[in-house]
């Protein structure tokens, strides 16, 4: 099953929560877990950012909301229990406890306010089921895919020199070919919209990777890949990389799959994805920080 919003975290959590005694929040995450029968690899899950379980940031934030709403209170670091109204609230027997339901509260009518959040009772869509993070990662991979889909329209438009200039900064910039010049030496002209060549794994040396990167709109398909496979043995080549602005069949990689040598494929939308993690070929307009209250500032000693 799906991993279930924060909101529909509430009511279970309240309910966990029902015994009154004083509960830790990892606690509470494990039991939850279990009672939605979530698969290790669904409790697993991270943020985009990679830094929070999802499940877990979602029931950290129905806590939360819950605690705005006075149904929670927190006790310690890490741990909180049910409040009288917490306990008034299961009484009423809801089917779902959400902002609708909170919403009878002051207290979380003032947080809602503050957070300039609607108020008004109206029925919740998508948007309104993401905790903060999630919104924020999913505006973020929003303007990511739009950027990465911009560049490969600018490569595409471009002439081939500057295709041949960004594979090459590309590389230098994951660490392979030494410097730029070196790789620049290193990778040349093929004639056909693309570019080969053979290229320093390491800065000393050790092995070399066959390159070819070819600016297509077309999908590359076995032959080609067959191709690249002979060039490798004439080069004494083990290892290749193929680049191509379109994408890859799925007998091309099926083929690269199962030969010895190492061709690793990367089609248009991974090479805009790494052009991006490397600042290739874009550029910087805003940095945001995500902070948090750090609790043990305000811990005595």
Not at 13 to 22: N, Q, S, T
Not at 118 to 130: A, Y
Not at 221 to 230: L, S, T, V
Not at 232 to 245: D, E, P, S, Y
């Amino acid at each position: 099953m799906p991993i279930p919003d924060y909101q529909a975290i509430m009511l279970p959590l309240l309910r966990f929560a029902g015994d009154g005694i004083e509960h830790s929040l990892r606690d509470a995450i494990e039991s939850l877990a279990a009672e939605f029968k979530l698969s290790d690899g669904e409790r697993r899950e991270l943020l985009t950012s990679d830094q929070q379980e999802v499940f877990a940031n979602r029931v950290g934030w129905a806590r939360t909301y819950m605690k705005k709403a006075g149904l929670l209170r927190s006790t310690r670091r890490g741990f909180f229990q049910i409040t009288e109204r917490g306990q008034a609230a299961l009484v009423q027997k809801a089917a779902r406890i959400d902002s609708r339901f909170l919403n009878q509260y002051q207290e979380f009518r003032a947080f809602r306010a503050l957070r300039k959040l609607p108020t008004n009772g109206e029925p919740e869509d998508d948007e309104q089921t993401r905790t903060p993070e999630e919104a924020l990662e999913r505006a973020y991979q929003s303007l990511r895919t739009d950027l990465a889909a911009d560049l490969l329209t600018q490569i595409k438009q471009n002439p081939p020199a500057l295709f041949e200039r960004l594979v090459v900064e590309l590389l230098v910039k994951m660490g392979y070919g030494g410097s730029r010049k070196d790789a620049g030496r290193a990778i040349g002209k093929s004639g056909d919209e693309g570019i080969d060549g053979i290229i320093k794994e390491d800065k000393l040396g050790l092995d070399v990777i066959y390159i070819q990167a070819k600016r297509w709109e077309h999908t590359v398909g076995r032959p080609e890949i067959q191709k690249f496979a002979g060039a490798l043995q004439g080069q004494r080549a083990r290892k290749g990389i193929f680049i191509t602005t379109s994408d890859f069949s799925r007998d091309a990689h099926d083929y690269a799959s199962r030969i010895d040598s190492k061709i690793v494929l990367i089609d248009g939308e991974q090479l805009a994805q790494m052009l991006i993690d490397h600042n290739v070929g874009v550029a910087v307009i805003a940095n945001y920080e995500i902070k948090r209250v750090d609790l043990d500032y305000f811990t005595e000693p």
